[in-house]
């Protein structure tokens, strides 16, 4: 590439040779006619970028983002205009809500044609300004190395999030002769030293401390530091929603996830804390319980201590006693140099009490029916690889192996903390590309499987074989849930007819299973990994039991019996 720095290019030689200066392996795409000279300029660097072709450009921009998620770089992902681009929306949204590094690029009309409702056309400012962090288009190839690099830079500075660049067709055919702009070193923000004693100045006051740990781009060395250090410490650690790969939940001082479904015995730990050490949360709707779990003035004798690398998040709701402006790797970094504490912290006793509370909520209950969820989660989780990623759709069925299964300290967990479903299957896919070696376990309803399924194709063509788990209660449980709390019996919209979901991965050529007594899923899985095809197992739940704390008997009786 060196040599053809200053050599002309077009400017689809130029977007592909851009992605190469930023140090893209892989890119995920539905292919579309307003970007053909982008996708011949990433034939002339197959060698350099794995372009895997999604059918779905929601399923590619998924994709991407669990590529973002899992390295930490910006995952990337090409859709054409208009329909393309809104289907992209909902990966958008997913990222922009994880704080998940994305660069989306959107093939656009030919800009001559701009404001007269042509073929396709959308103003991509407008549409995605809401959900990224930066909206652009490139009109002038001269400007492509510029603006691509900026586009990078944008995605993983402070809250990384989505940026989304519109590429025009004719520009994308006009030679230019500029050179290309590779990322630039920049040292993330670094904690000021004083508010880092002031931190342990208010930890050695507490008597009921209690950690959460939330955010994205956490390296393994970061996660080993805070670990160390909250163990040290004996620390008290739970995490924000979907954020289970953050910390050993096998650890004595864990203390569960703070999110959707969350125990109501963390959450009333968390509220009789008084000191609340937020590493990289936002501290967002799921982790505060609505907006119910701390005191939005900092009045209550309840002191938050808040790290965030966007200085604009810190108090954006909840005034902390001590916001510190800092990237999370940054802030391990100082955390590594703090001294060693002095015998034995104050509060023992209470993380002693914290866990085990979070201990007896991960006893499965003697469910009725012919097949226990909360078993055979248990019984899958003690012969996974200790580097199992695990994707986790939307749904009610998620909140299952929240409460019941330990993330490792090298397994990955990703799912969007949006809530969008026909996250998990694409995940699961783009994750298998990412690290091919590692087992990809894609946990998913029946609801979000047949949004996104259709992509198992992908991971046939991309020649990776994720596990699919479809757990089948024929039906919107979670709205099913919500439904019945508050119109007791009168289902409405929440049904759902599905297939056989082992002969549709059978009909791709895939290995097929079902399950629905107890001790079935843990052979079933064997089979499924010693094929190395692509599975689905699907998990044949009681539908009855909508949720893992109730029935939908309870939920009616709860709901008053009638309306």
Known sequence: MDGMSTATRTGG???ADALVAQGVTHAFCVPGESYLDLLDGLYANNDKINLTTCRFEAGAVNMAEAHGKLTGRPGVALVTRG???CHAAIGVHVAFQDSTPLVLIVGQIPFAETDRETFQEVDYRQMFGPIAKWVTQIDDAARIPELMAHAFDVATSGRPGPVVIAISEEMQKVRVAVPDIGPADVAPAFPAPSAMQKMLAMLDKAERPLVVLGGSRWTEATRRTVRDFCVARDLPVSVAFRRQSLYDCRLSNYAGDLGVGADAG?????KQADVILAIGTRIGEPVSQGYTLFDMAGQSGQSIIHIHPD?????RVYRPALGITAEVNAFAEALAQLPAPAGTPRWSAWTKEVHAARVKQAEAPDYAGPLNLARELQALEKIL???????CDAGNFATWPNRFMHMTAQQEFLGPTNGAMGYAVPAAIGAKITFPDRVSIGL????GFLMTG???ATAFQADAAPIILVFNNGMYGTIRMYQERAYPGRVSGTKLTNPDFAKFIESFGG???????DGELVPAFQRALASGKPAVIEVRVNPEQVTHRATIEELRKQGGGKH
Not at 444 to 447: A, I
Not at 511 to 517: A, I
């Open 13 to 15: 030689q130029l977007l």
């Open 83 to 85: 329909p393309g681009a």
């Open 266 to 270: 963390l959450v009333a730990k968390a």
């Open 311 to 315: 200085q604009a998040e810190i108090g």
């Open 385 to 391: 690889p200790e580097d199992a990623i695990f994707t």
């Open 444 to 447: 998913v309803g029946d609801g």
């Open 454 to 456: 259709q992509e198992i």
């Open 511 to 517: 290995h097929g299973e079902t399950v629905e007594k």
